[in-house]
């Protein structure tokens, strides 16, 4: 009963992605014409669209999605139902909890509405800039991001008419991608989330509070220390794909290892890679485990004194950085918009053939969106499964850890790839790697918490053996 | 120098007993994922167990969600559990009380005030013409009922005290503890008069059960409820506000 309607209720939300994929194509093709018969350059229109589009409703509405998701989600994983007292007051609507889904209009309304207040003590500009440049940067990063594939914007629907009314040629590219053609791509990404960090370290020092420079000292360091191995984590994938544009590497990731039985994904290519990436990325994110500059348990964070709207952009960046993580991720990393089938079966070729070039683009990047939003889930579950780390502990995972393995990664992908142009032996021990961690989860025999120590004696001595015997 | 060395010895005390495995570390936050996976998919798919009796409840498809919706979904309150005074009607309707002032003179938080008067009529017992218990002063220790020699007062209604949106809507009058159905004894004054239109027999059915039987208590037949001692009544908040 349940399960039937919760899968009903999935396969409606998808079908209202690949909706909203579709309306993209179709506000990027009309807006390139508009700009087309105004200025001449369809470009100008395109971007615009896209950066509307994409940045300001595919993001934000993840992002605010998220805040009520972590909440219902880690219910979820905590057994318990999560927040559903918030209604709708119209008849009909008041006994329907909606999946809690009032909650987060709620937030907005009691985010924009509470007191805005500035302490005596703080300094009023840096105090105001703080969270502007703590939420813009994170911003940003999607930019970069290609969600889904080119289009000719002739084969979208209604745009070939809508150009023939206005006398100019439907002949431009349309791509749901803000910042197309951008050479520097992952410098780009990595020259904008350091910046994040003068957000964090400016509201904690402009907050003029000793518990709020203490958390933002913490974040300072914590992110300047995971932006090395944030680097070394991706210089693999640089060298495999050839490039720093990220829709270079999802053109690469359509191909297939070992004769098309296996598409050319970045995780398959470079697991440690990932992993580093994954890490060091969540680490910049600051949230659970690495959530130390925050810690409300024993600081409560850079953001102590902040209140209202000023706090609520610190924390919808937090979510802004959630979905830039699995954008990024998912485009280096998983395949970008392209399915995951192996490449031999020739899925996307048959999808054209079936339902034209709109079509498959449709699905491609409804395929984007889906995996963004598993990485997302992903980010949260790891978020609470694991408690936090303590801070020495975070420092010496990123400089003792993760920067020697990348700088071994490096090495080890540099001399496969010498040894191997058509990448498949890098691809054989980037599988060992899988294989030999999900097997050793899977069966190394699990420690069962049967005995307690009540002394210092091992717990494995035999009971009911006296000792002279 | 001999600080640090006391702190690499603490850490290394904490990491010595992890084997090679769990230092490894992401095999182990895989297996947590799956732990918290397993949660999530059960939580989301199945049906919750409404039930409010149990403690583990377990629904279909691996749910737990252990949550009790509050107001809507209520766990039953143990036995003999101190819920909010009621005031025992007899079979006139009147209360049963006889305004002794027992009550009101053991309460420690002296929240009973009763003030009594003589029925014009009848000139053996008292009845109170106020009675009234402020419940945000009672600590709800129950001498109030030990204290009755009436069995005028009770605290058997399993519902505690509703909420109220004035200090004055916690000051109960007599209207609003008597609650419930009636009940005699054959001890009862007003049973034994002679104009009483109920013979005593009938008013204690158990008496001579009682009185005649000599095996163990556990042996016998369950007893039955006299008319006059019906089973256990079941009240609501709602059956005490205003």
């Given at each position: 009963m349940r399960a039937a309607l919760i899968s009903a209720i999935i396969l409606g939300l998808i079908a209202v992605i690949a909706g909203a994929v579709g309306v993209f194509y179709l506000v990027g093709g009309a807006l390139g014409v508009i700009a087309q018969a105004l200025f001449g350059a369809a470009y100008i229109g395109v971007a615009v669209a896209n950066a509307h589009t994409l940045l300001l409703v595919l993001v934000m509405i993840l992002a605010s999605l998220l805040t009520l998701a972590e909440r219902k989600w880690s219910a979820l994983m905590q057994d318990r139902i999560g927040p559903n007292r918030a209604r709708f007051a119209i008849p009909g609507l008041?006994?329907?909890?909606?999946?809690?889904?009032p909650h987060f209009l709620a937030d907005g309304i009691k985010m924009l509405t509470k007191e805005d207040f500035v302490p005596d003590a703080a300094s009023k500009g840096l105090f105001t800039l703080a969270p502007m440049l703590a939420f813009a940067p994170v911003f940003l990063l999607f930019a970069v991001v290609p969600i889904a594939p080119v289009v000719t914007a002739a084969d979208i629907p209604g745009i070939a008419g809508l150009a023939g009314s206005l006398g100019v040629s439907a002949a431009f590219p349309v791509s749901l991608h803000v910042i197309p053609n951008l050479e520097i791509g992952l410098l780009y990404v990595f020259a904008f989330a350091s910046l994040a960090v003068y957000g964090t370290a400016l509201a904690g020092w402009s907050s003029n509070n000793r518990f709020a420079t203490l958390g933002s000292i913490r974040a300072a360091s914590q992110m300047i220390a995971y932006e090395v191995a944030l680097g070394l984590s991706l210089v693999g994938t640089m060298m495999i794909f050839g490039s720093l544009k990220l829709e270079d590497m999802t053109a690469g990731q359509s191909a297939g290892l070992f004769g098309g039985a296996l598409p050319a994904w970045g995780i398959f290519l470079q697991p440690i890679g990932f992993l580093l990436f994954f890490v060091a990325s969540m680490a910049e994110t600051k949230r659970a485990p690495f959530d130390a500059p925050e810690g409300e348990s024993e600081i409560i964070g850079y953001f102590v004194e902040y209140s209202g709207m000023r706090f609520g952009m610190f924390m919808i960046s937090e979510f802004v950085e959630i979905v830039v993580l699995s954008g990024v991720t998912v485009a280096i990393f998983f395949g970008g918009f392209h399915l995951p089938l192996p490449p031999s079966w020739g899925a996307e070729a048959w999808l054209a053939s079936q339902f034209g070039s709109f079509g498959l683009a449709v699905v491609l990047g409804l395929a984007f969106v889906l995996k963004v939003i598993l990485l997302c889930w992903v980010q949260l579950a790891i978020r609470w499964t694991l408690p936090r780390f303590r801070y020495d502990q975070i420092q010496s995972l990123g400089w003792k850890i993760l920067l020697p393995i990348g700088l071994g990664n490096v090495f080890v992908t540099g001399v496969l790839l010498l040894l191997d142009e058509s990448m498949d032996w890098l691809a054989i021990a980037g599988l060992a790697q899988l294989i030999f961690v999900i097997g050793l989860t899977a069966l190394y025999p699990s420690k069962k918490p049967t005995t307690i120590r009540h002394s210092g004696r091992a717990a494995s001595a035999q009971p009911a053996m006296p000792h002279g015997h | 120098m001999a600080h640090d060395s006391h702190h690499e010895t603490e850490l290394a005390e904490t990491t010595a007993n992890l084997s090679w495995y769990q230092k490894l570390y992401v095999p182990e936050v895989l297996r947590g994922l799956a732990v918290t996976t397993r949660h999530f998919l059960g939580n989301l798919f199945g049906n919750r167990d409404e039930s409010t009796d149990v403690l583990y409840r377990k629904g279909s498809l691996g749910n737990q969600v252990a949550t009790i919706q509050y107001p809507e979904e209520r766990m039953p309150y143990p036995e003999g559990y101190r819920g909010l005074h009621r005031l025992v009607p007899r079979d006139d309707g009147k209360p049963r009380c006889v305004a002794c002032y027992m009550c009101a003179t053991v309460c420690p938080a002296q929240c009973i005030y009763i003030e009594a008067s003589e029925y014009s009529d009848d000139p053996i017992e008292k009845y109170p013409t106020s009675f009234v218990i402020d419940q945000l002063r009672?600590?709800?220790?129950g001498l109030c009922v030990e204290a009755c020699p009436k069995d005028a007062i009770r605290m058997d209604t399993y519902v505690h005290t509703p909420p109220e949106y004035s200090r004055e809507g916690f000051v109960y009058p007599i209207e609003r503890l008597l609650k419930g159905p009636a009940i005699s004894y054959p001890s009862d004054p007003w049973v034994k008069?002679?104009?009483?239109?109920?013979?005593?027999h009938q008013h204690f059915p158990l008496h001579d059960l009682a009185k005649h039987s000599t095996a163990p208590v556990a042996q016998n037949e369950p007893l039955p409820q006299g008319e006059n001692h019906p089973p256990q009544p079941v009240f609501a908040e709602s059956d005490f506000q205003k």
């Open positions: 008041s006994k329907l909890d909606l999946a809690g889904l | 009672c600590i709800v220790c008069r002679e104009d009483s239109k109920q013979p005593e």
